[in-house]
Structures are given as C-alpha cells and as structure tokens.
DNA sequence: TATGATATTGGACACTGTGTCCAGTATCAG
DNA sequence: CTGATACTGGACACAGTGTCCAATATCATA
C-alpha cells in the first residue's frame, strides 16, 4: 500500500461521518447531537466511530478544517479582488453561504451561536490582515481592538442574513456591512455626531 | 404565612446555588459544571436543586435575570447619560463590566463564548432603541442590522477587553468602541474611503 | 414554647450517553 | 488467493441526569 493514500472504506467511513453531521446538525443545532445519532444517520458502527475520531468535536474540527482547505485550493481570485473598495473577505463569504445556506445555517448554529473556533480563527487573520493594509500599523492595540470589532460584527449580521428569510442578495448585505464597517453608523443614518 | 414572602430557607438554598454557579463558571466555564458540581459547592443536597430549578440552565437563567433586576434598579442614572455622544449604553456596562470582572469573565466564557441569550437580548433592546433614536426611522431591514452588527461587535470588544491583560480603562475602550461604532474603522485607521 | 407546615436531605432508581475493548466478519490491495 | 486492515455488534465500566420517598431539620405563628 503506498504510504500516502487511503484505504477505500475509511474515505467511505469518514465520509458518511461527516455529511451525517451537516444532515443533523442542520436539523437541531450541534451541541443536541450524540455519537449514536451521528452514528445512526451515517449507518456506521459506534465503535467504528471511535476507531477514526476521538470524540464529536474532533470529527466536526476535521470536518470544517477540510472544507476550509477545499476554500483555499483556488485561492488566486481571492487575491483579484484585493482592490475592490473595503475588505476583500467578506463579499466571498457572504456568497459562498449563500451557495451553501443550509450548511452554513447550521454551523452558524440555530437560535445558540455555536460558530466553531476553526472559522472564527481564520475570518479573524483575514481582516487583521486587510486592516494591517489601510493602516499605518501604529502599534497600540488600536489593529486587535478593530479587528475583535469587525469579526464580531461580522458574524452577527452574517446570523441574522442566514437566519432571517431576507431577499437581500450576497451583494447587497455585503454592501451594507462593508458601509458600516468603514463608514460607521453616522454614515448610514443621520444627523452625523462625530467621536473624538 | 404571607403569600408574597419566601422562607428564609428557600432564599439561603437559592442565593447559595446561584452564588457556586459563579464561583464555578469562573473557574472552568459554564459548560464543564455538572449539577453535582453546583449542589458540592453549594453544600445543597443534590435532591434539592430539583425542587427550586429544573435544571442547570435553568438556574443561570434565574440567576442572570435577577442580576439584570439589581441593575435596572437605579434606572435613573442610565437615561441621564443619554445625551453622551454616542450610545448611552456602552459606557456603563463596560463599567459594571470592569467593577466585577471575574463574573463577567466568567459569563462570556472562556475561549469559548457561551453569553446567555438573556444578556444578548437585553444588549440588543438597548443598542435597538438607541438608534432608533438618532435615525429617521427609515423603515427597511437597516435598523436590524445596525443593531445586529453592533451587539456583535460590542461583544466580541467586550470579550476580548475582559479576556487580555490590557492597561485599558472602561472609558478609553468605550471611547474606543463608539468611534469604530459611529465613525467606521476608516477614522480610526488612514486613507478614508468612502463607501456607497 | 409547642405545633403544624414546609424545606432539606441522602439514598435508591431508571435512564441516556460516553469511551474502551474484543472476537468475528467483511473488504481491501497486490 | 492471501495477508493485512477495516468494520461490526455487543459487553463493559463509568458519569451525569432527573424522579421519588421516608426521615429529619427548620420555619412561622398561635
């Protein structure tokens, strides 16, 4: 057997693992699923369950770690957009869970935010990153503050975008959350009160 | 006995049971207590609990909302500060916030965010009416997701301000917060670009 | 202080879910 | 075909939940 490769039933094994979590998961949030539920849906022994991952958190990290990686492999366009007005990130992401609403509403979580640290990890270099680019980098923790600022805000909207039935397209809400972010509430509404 | 006092016995379980949550959720996090946990803590019999609470959630639900009580009590001082450039609402709540430090800590959850809907709900009242005020009431989905994108943000600053070592006081952060707030990250980084 | 009402207690119980282990069986790659 | 590897179901010990009950401690008040 070559080293690198896998053997067919664990990439059937895991497989069915993994889209067993998405199915139930969309269903009654993350946190109410067993391992037997899991287990059940994907028709794969318990133990068998264990033989692969350690637990229910380690098959949803290497879960979303996957698909992540599956993001990243055409990771030029990315790059392309880099000079469109404000972040870069944010149109992506709000169309790619817009493809995948169901998966995304789901790992957003129901009602009870259960956002995995994985993702929140990686939107969270992204913007200190852009952020890092339209400012001098004057130190201070002015860059981590922004940053903590724009990632919670972001989510936040992204939550209710996926939880409400809205007709405001990708770009539309991206457009929105773009203005607030760099222009502020003042911008958007009136009567502008500037904070010094 | 008169209908609307409690038994001295009742308030002394009660108060102890909410007081070894807190203690607790600090040490570890609210998730990792077991209700075995909460009663050793307390010096309750296990039995007990179940009379007064149905179950752990339960008990931090009661616990929150009576603390939330305690604060509206004042209620005066709070719309004294409404005409503070801003919102009225940050400034005071990062100062309770930094008054009982370990407790809100403990609240937001360690790495993992675990704030109770109730808080977030209250925030959201908050932040809601607040710019209800200072806008023309513009109708559409705007006003939602303002207040969706601040409370995200609000928390995530909150987090962070709670969870690192910083020399920050309550009102360098809320001072912080309300320019990334009402003026957008373009004010407080360089090179302002506008966004429409 | 005596007394009836009520709270607390520990222990037993059934139940669900976890994580481990193993021997038997099915499937793989060469 | 065959040796290696993966899957399986069932058993096990364990931890935690939520319910129930009879015995005991504490309460409010007459």
Same mark, same amino acid.
């Given at each position: 057997?070559?080293?690198?490769?896998?053997?067919?039933? /664990? @990439?059937?094994?895991?497989?069915?693992? $993994?889209?067993?979590?998405?199915?139930?998961?969309?269903?009654?949030?993350?946190? +109410?699923?067993?391992?037997?539920? &899991?287990?059940?849906? @994907?028709?794969?022994?318990?133990?068998?369950?264990?033989?692969?991952?350690?637990? #229910?958190?380690?098959?949803? #990290?290497?879960? &979303?770690?996957?698909?992540? #990686?599956?993001?990243? +492999?055409? =990771? @030029?366009?990315?790059?392309?957009?880099?000079?469109?007005?404000?972040?870069?990130?944010?149109?992506? /992401? %709000?169309?790619?869970?817009?493809?995948?609403?169901?998966?995304?509403?789901?790992?957003?979580?129901?009602?009870?935010?259960?956002?995995?640290?994985? *993702?929140?990890?990686?939107?969270?270099?992204?913007?200190?990153?852009?952020?890092?680019?339209?400012?001098?980098?004057?130190? =201070? =923790?002015?860059?981590?503050?922004?940053?903590?600022?724009?990632?919670? @805000?972001? %989510?936040? /909207?992204?939550?209710?975008?996926?939880?409400?039935?809205? #007709?405001?397209?990708? +770009?539309? *809400?991206?457009?929105?959350?773009? $203005?607030?972010?760099?222009? =502020?509430?003042?911008?958007?509404?009136?009567?502008?009160?500037? *904070?010094?």
């Amino acid at each position: 057997m070559p080293a690198g490769s896998i053997d067919r039933r /664990v @990439a059937r094994t895991r497989s069915r693992l $993994q889209q067993a979590l998405f199915r139930l998961t969309t269903e009654n949030g993350y946190t +109410a699923i067993t391992v037997e539920d &899991i287990c059940r849906e @994907a028709d794969v022994g318990r133990s068998t369950f264990y033989t692969h991952y350690p637990d #229910k958190d380690c098959l949803r #990290k290497a879960t &979303i770690d996957e698909h992540i #990686k599956s993001l990243q +492999a055409p =990771g @030029a366009e990315r790059h392309s957009q880099r000079n469109a007005k404000g972040f870069s990130f944010s149109g992506p /992401v %709000f169309e790619h869970a817009h493809a995948t609403r169901e998966m995304h509403r789901a790992l957003m979580g129901g009602k009870k935010r259960e956002m995995p640290e994985e *993702i929140r990890g990686w939107i969270s270099r992204q913007v200190r990153n852009e952020l890092a680019n339209i400012q001098g980098d004057e130190g =201070g =923790g002015r860059l981590e503050i922004a940053t903590r600022f724009i990632v919670g @805000a972001f %989510f936040e /909207v992204m939550h209710w975008w996926l939880e409400t039935d809205t #007709k405001l397209s990708p +770009a539309e *809400i991206d457009q929105i959350f773009r $203005q607030l972010a760099f222009n =502020g509430v003042n911008a958007v509404f009136a009567e502008p009160t500037r *904070i010094e």
